[in-house]
């Protein structure tokens, strides 16, 4: 499998995009030499990745949905590849259960999986979520309702949420 790259224009700046086979694997705040090698060490730990190749043209639906997003227009999300350890992918695709603008914390998502005790599992593979955004991670919160950690800040974390209850 070949995985193609870009960036991606956001309100938090440049972002880091990838689609393999037609489905998004990564999407990330931040387009750096630095971020582009973190991604290809994570994706590359489980998946068989013959080459990653920057191409902004090939990410072009999962640019269009992002510029869709941050302009509150609910859209059709792109597929998606996950790509993980088994209890990450059960963990994120339980959350792409979660509906637009909901909240869950992380011991519903626990339950979800049939794991009710793995709270702080969940919330590890939560924070290691490649897809951000498109997998809402930042709609999980913690079982008294506060926000808790995000990999992109509180500050994103706020400002998403924000924006998916105006929409």
Known sequence: MHVEYGEIQSPFGLMTGAMAEGKVVWLDYGHSEQHISDMKKRLGR???ITEFRKNDCAIKPLRDWVNCYFKGEETKKP???LIG????VSVWEALLEVEYGCLKSYKEIAERIGNPKAVRAVGQAVNRNP???LVPCHCIIGTN???TGYNGGLDKKTYLLELEKKS
């Not at 350890?85 to 990450?88: G, L, S």
């Open 79 to 81: 597929p998606v590849l």
């Open 85 to 88: 350890t088994a209890f990450q």
């Open 131 to 133: 897809i951000s955004i």
């Open 145 to 147: 309702g506060s926000l």
């Open 46 to 48: 489980h998946a068989d």
